[in-house]
């Protein structure tokens, strides 16, 4: 298995400008995730997704933060406009089971730095 | 409010010496606590799950323990390559997923 595939690995852009960061999770999985990582804040659930349905989005900063995922092999997370503060690491994550509780893998990250 | 507390911030250890490290919690519910292991520029990779106070789980020269309101991560005769970042996160009642600082564990051969 190739594992939870994110895209792109970086991504640098200037303030104001909109991204997108996608997201493959393992084949089979039902629960999705992003998590955002800072230094100075650590690593930061945003959403997460049951079965293609968001559940719980209360970690999402702001409303220039969005995610969706059409389908149960693709997700995307969006900043529009983005600002300097949401420079990190974006990892995305799956696990399959039924239960939040189960293992989670985890993707490479998108490294994204707002200019 | 939910808050997961690790310490130390970082360790360094002498191969073969063993050690413990912490992680606090205060959740309104608990329903789950993880442990991850982060090499750098890598994503976390699952250790362990702990559901309650009393369990106990065990990988290789790491073994983790739960109380009502702490989790130890011990590490038996550690080796080089069990240097990393090791997050502490807890699954509250009210489904948050909350991760602690973590604490960044070098281990000198």
């Known amino acids: 298995d190739a594992g939870v595939i994110q895209s792109p690995r970086h991504e640098v852009t200037e303030m104001g400008q909109e991204v997108t960061l996608r997201c493959k999770p393992i084949?089979?999985?039902?629960?999705l995730f992003w998590y955002r990582q800072t230094m100075m804040r650590g690593l930061e659930l945003l959403i997460y997704?049951?079965?293609?349905?968001?559940?719980?989005d209360s970690g999402m900063p702001e409303d220039r933060f969005s995610a969706k995922m059409p389908n149960a092999s693709f997700s995307t997370l969006k900043i529009q406009p983005s600002e300097p503060r949401d420079s990190a690491v974006y990892f995305c994550?799956?696990?399959?089971?039924?239960?939040?509780?189960?293992?989670?893998?985890f993707g490479p990250g998108t490294r994204l730095t707002v200019l | 409010e939910d808050q997961v507390t690790q310490s130390p911030e970082a360790l360094r250890l002498q191969e073969g010496e063993s050690s413990s490290l912490n992680c606090s919690y205060t959740?309104?519910?608990?329903?789950?606590l993880f442990w991850y292991r982060q090499d750098p520029g890598k994503g976390p990779e699952f250790l362990f799950t702990?559901?309650?106070a009393g369990e106990e789980k065990e990988k290789e020269r790491l073994k983790a323990t739960l109380t009502k309101k702490e989790s130890f991560l011990h590490i038996t005769a550690p080796k080089p390559e069990d240097s990393a970042t090791y997050l502490c996160a807890v699954h509250s009642s009210a489904s948050k997923i909350i991760f602690g600082s973590g604490t960044r564990l070098s281990i000198r051969p």
């Open positions: 702990l559901y309650s």
């Open positions: 084949s089979g999985h039902d629960y």
């Open positions: 997704f049951n079965n293609n349905v968001p559940i719980d």
């Open positions: 994550a799956s696990s399959y089971g039924g239960a939040i509780t189960n293992e989670q893998f």
């Open positions: 959740v309104s519910g608990l329903r789950g």
